[in-house]
C-alpha cells in the first residue's frame, strides 16, 4: 500500500514550498500580552534570541525564526521555574487545600482547578501573564455544539462525547472540593468552578501540555505527567518535521533541539506524533492540511450495515471481536488497510471455508471469488463513508451562513476534516477501481456484498 509514497511526497513539497512563499506574518511582540509574557518569563531565566511570537495567515499565533536554526541547534531551553506543574500548584496557596482533601485529586484536576483560579484572580495572579494569552475558547469537539457534533464522523464524534462527559464527570464530582475553596474566591465557588470554566482549562491542558514525569506524591492520585510550558506552547504542529524534545534533568529545563532546522522568518514547527487528523482534531483542536498520516476509520456499525444480508454475520463480528480485529480498521489515500482487508476477508467466508480462517490472518488469498467480494465489500464502505461525508460538508456550508463565532471556528476545522476525509475516499476508490480493473481472473457481474452465508 506504500507504492506511491515517493510520489505523495514530491507532491506534499512543491504544495509545501508554495504554501510557504505566500504565507503572510506579523510579529506580536510589541503586543502588550506578550510583552508582558516574555517580561514573566524573563524574570524567571528564560529569554528567547532565536524566536519571536508572530501571527501567520495560515496557522494562526506560532513561533517565527529571528534567524536561520540549523539542524542540530537548540530552538528553546525553557528553565524548570517557568513550567507550570503539579509541584507548583502545591507550593502556592492551593496547596493546602488539595493537600487536606480525601479522596485525593488527580494530577490534571489539579491543574484544571489552578488554572480557573488564576483566570479569576485576574492581575492579581502570579501567572497572569501567562493565563492572559491562553485561547478564551478552543475547537476541541468536547467544546462542540450539538448540531456541530452531529456533523462529525462517527467515530470522532463518539470519541468527543466520551471526552464531553469525562469532563462532566470531572466537574459533577468534584463540587464538595469546589465549595472548599470559597476561602479564596471572591465570587461564589458555583460561579467561578463552573463546567464551562472547567472544560476551558481542560481543553488548556490537553492541548498545550507537554510530558513531563514527576515523582509521586501524598498528596495527588495516579500519574503525573503534565507541564504547561509558556511560550514553548506557541509551537505549532507540522508531520513533517522533526525534533528532539524533553527535560534535561542536568540543565533543569525542558529543551527542543531542531532535527531538520528553520529558515529565517519561517515558521518553527514541532512535531506531535505521527498523529492522523481525526486524533489532531480530538486532542488539539485542529486539523493538518496534507497530513500523510490521515486516514479514514471504518465504524463497525457501517460495517454491519453493509453486510446486512449475510446471516452469520452477528457470528463472525463475535469471532472478529473476540480475536481483537475490530479496531483501528481504515482506509487512506493508497486503499484500504490491512487490518480491514483481513476482516473483510474473513468476513467473505462461507461456513464451508471457516476452516480456513488462520490462512487469512496470515495473508494468505482464499480464492478468486472470495478477494473479489472483499475488495467491493471494501468499495461500497468508502462510497458508504464519502456520501456520509458530502452530506455532512453540505451540511457545514449551510449552517456556516447562519452561524456567529465561535460556532463558525468550530464548523471551519470540521470542514477541513471532512474535505481531507472526502479526498482520502476519493483516491481510495480509485485505488479500488484500479485493482479490480487489474485483476485477470474477475468473475462476471458485480458480486452481492450481503450474500455471503
Not at 24 to 29: D, G, H, K, M, W
Not at 34 to 57: D, E, T
Not at 117 to 122: I, K, M, T, V
Not at 336 to 362: E, F, G, I, N
Request: with cysteine; aromatic share 8%.
Amino acid at each position: 500500500m506504500r507504492g506511491h509514497s515517493h510520489r505523495a511526497g514530491r507532491t506534499a513539497r512543491k504544495r509545501r514550498q508554495k504554501n510557504e512563499s505566500t504565507v503572510r506574518s506579523v510579529s506580536l511582540c510589541h503586543q502588550p500580552q506578550f510583552v508582558n509574557l516574555l517580561k514573566f518569563l524573563h524574570q524567571r531565566g528564560f529569554c528567547s534570541a532565536l524566536l519571536q511570537p508572530a501571527l501567520f495567515s495560515d496557522t494562526g499565533r506560532g513561533l517565527q525564526a529571528l534567524q536561520t536554526i540549523k539542524p542540530g541547534q537548540l530552538v528553546i531551553s525553557l528553565p524548570e521555574s517557568c513550567l507550570l506543574t503539579t509541584s507548583a500548584v502545591l507550593d502556592g496557596y492551593l496547596g493546602r487545600y488539595i493537600k487536606s482533601w480525601k479522596p485525593r485529586l488527580s494530577p490534571l484536576l489539579a491543574l484544571c482547578v489552578f488554572l480557573v483560579c488564576e483566570r479569576h484572580r485576574g492581575e492579581a495572579s502570579d501567572w497572569f501573564p501567562y493565563i492572559d494569552v491562553l485561547p478564551t475558547a478552543y475547537t476541541c469537539p468536547a467544546c462542540f455544539s450539538d448540531d456541530v457534533m452531529a456533523l462529525l464522523p462517527t467515530s470522532v464524534q463518539r470519541r468527543a462525547l466520551e471526552q464531553r462527559e469525562a469532563v462532566k464527570e470531572m466537574h459533577s464530582s468534584n463540587l464538595e472540593f469546589f465549595r472548599s475553596l470559597q476561602p479564596i474566591l471572591s465570587q461564589p465557588a458555583e460561579d467561578v468552578l463552573t463546567y464551562e470554566a472547567l472544560r476551558w482549562a481542560w481543553c488548556s491542558v490537553n492541548t498545550r501540555s507537554v510530558f513531563m514525569s514527576h515523582p509521586s506524591n501524598n498528596f495527588l492520585s495516579g500519574p503525573d505527567n503534565y507541564a504547561l510550558a509558556p511560550f514553548l506552547d506557541l509551537l505549532n504542529h507540522r508531520p513533517d518535521v522533526q525534533v528532539k524534545a524533553g527535560f534535561n534533568d542536568v540543565t533543569r529545563c525542558y529543551e527542543i533541539r531542531s532535527v531538520s532546522g528553520t529558515l529565517r522568518y519561517q515558521q518553527a514547527f514541532i512535531n506531535y506524533g505521527s498523529h492522523d487528523n481525526q486524533r489532531l482534531l480530538l486532542e488539539y483542536g485542529f486539523v493538518a492540511p496534507a497530513n500523510p498520516h490521515s486516514v479514514v476509520y471504518v465504524d463497525t456499525d457501517l460495517l454491519c450495515d453493509v453486510l446486512r444480508g449475510d446471516r452469520s454475520l452477528a457470528q463472525k463480528i463475535k469471532f472478529l471481536r473476540e480475536n481483537e480485529f475490530l479496531h483501528n480498521l481504515t482506509v487512506s489515500s493508497e486503499g484500504p488497510s490491512w487490518r480491514l482487508m483481513t476482516a473483510l476477508r474473513l468476513l467473505s467466508l462461507p461456513q464451508t471455508l471457516y476452516h480456513q480462517w488462520k490462512a487469512v490472518l496470515l495473508g494468505q488469498l482464499v480464492c478468486e471469488e472470495r478477494e473479489q467480494w472483499s475488495v467491493w465489500a471494501a468499495k461500497t464502505l468508502c462510497q458508504r463513508l464519502l456520501q456520509d461525508t458530502c452530506r455532512a460538508l453540505d451540511k457545514v456550508s449551510r449552517l456556516l451562513q447562519q452561524s456567529e463565532q465561535p460556532v463558525r471556528e468550530q464548523l471551519d476545522v470540521v470542514k477541513s476534516l471532512r474535505q481531507e476525509e472526502r479526498c482520502i475516499l476519493g483516491s481510495c476508490l480509485e485505488a479500488l477501481e484500479d485493482s479490480l480493473r487489474h485483476n485477470d481472473n474477475l468473475l462476471l457481474g458485480h458480486p452481492d456484498v450481503g450474500a455471503v452465508s
